[in-house]
C-alpha cells in the first residue's frame, strides 16, 4: 500500500505562485508514476501533470494544455516525494488538487491510478 499526503495549497491572487507536495509512503515510489489531479466544484477530477523516473537521472514529465508554459512537476526518489511548482495562477486554477500513483507508466484518466491523498484546496482570487 502507498500512503499519499499533500501540503501546500492555500489562496493566492491571480498572477501568483504556490508550490504544491506531495510525500508518499508505505513503499519507496519510484518505478511509479506519479501525478496530480485537480476538481473544481460540480467538475470531474481533470489530469494535470505527471511524472516518471526513467532511470539515473532522467524524467518523462506529461502536462495538460491548459497548464504548459506555467505548472512544472517535479520528483525527489531519494525522499520519495514530488511537487508542483504552479506559476502565473489562473482563477480557473481554483479546484482541490489530489497527488495520485499508479505502478509503471503514465495515464491522464484518473480511474487509472491506484493511490490517493485526501486533496489540498488551491483558490486563486481575480
Known amino acids: 500500500q502507498v500512503q499519499l499526503v499533500e501540503s501546500g495549497g492555500g489562496l493566492v491572487q491571480a498572477g501568483g505562485s504556490l508550490r504544491l507536495s506531495c510525500a508518499a509512503s508505505?513503499?519507496?515510489?519510484?518505478?511509479?508514476?506519479m501525478a496530480w489531479f485537480r476538481q473544481a466544484p460540480g467538475k470531474e477530477r481533470d489530469f494535470v501533470a505527471a511524472?516518471?523516473?526513467?532511470?539515473?537521472?532522467?524524467?518523462?514529465?506529461e502536462y495538460a494544455d491548459s497548464v504548459k508554459g506555467r505548472f512544472t512537476i517535479s520528483r525527489d526518489n531519494t525522499k520519495n516525494s514530488m511537487t508542483l511548482q504552479m506559476n502565473s495562477l489562473k482563477p480557473e486554477d481554483t479546484a482541490v488538487y489530489y497527488c495520485?500513483?499508479?505502478?509503471?507508466?503514465?495515464?491522464?484518466?484518473?480511474?487509472?491510478?491506484?493511490?490517493w491523498g485526501q486533496g489540498t484546496q488551491v483558490t486563486v482570487s481575480s
Open positions: 508505505g513503499r519507496t515510489v519510484s518505478s511509479y508514476a
Open positions: 495520485a500513483a499508479r505502478y509503471s507508466a503514465i495515464k491522464v484518466k484518473s480511474s487509472d491510478y491506484d493511490y
Open positions: 511524472i516518471t523516473w526513467t532511470g539515473g537521472s532522467t524524467y518523462y514529465a
